[in-house]
């Protein structure tokens, strides 16, 4: 059974530092392409990064230079660094696999506001 567990969320001022953490159990998370999510109030979930097995990242235009993407295979967890953080970078986020999901975890709340 796939569990996803995100954490590191919260209240930041515009151009300040995040770094989100996911803990996956129930996935081969050596072979599988790992990917963060958002959605943000009234919005579709949309994809922000994501991390092929071999290390290759690949990130939507609107985080491109800003946020990185990273997984450690020992210990099943992936993490988004995110920086000079914008208020329309305000959402939940997610992580999951990629292209298919699994069951979406509860997520962990970005909020940018002075």
């Known amino acids: 059974q796939v569990q996803l567990v995100e954490s590191g969320g919260g209240l930041v001022q515009p151009g300040g530092s995040l770094t989100l953490s996911c803990a996956a159990s129930?996935?081969?998370?050596?072979?599988?392409?790992m990917a963060w999510y958002r959605q943000a109030p009234g919005k579709q979930r949309e994809l922000v990064a994501r991390i092929i097995s071999g290390g290759i990242t690949i990130y939507a235009d609107s985080v491109k230079g800003r946020f990185a993407i990273s997984k450690n295979n020992a210990r099943n967890t992936v993490y988004l660094q995110m920086h000079s953080l914008k208020p329309e970078d305000t959402a939940v986020y997610y992580c999951n696999e990629y292209p298919s999901v699994s069951s979406w975890g509860q997520g962990t709340q970005v909020t940018v506001s002075s």
């Open positions: 129930g996935i081969r998370f050596s072979v599988k392409t």
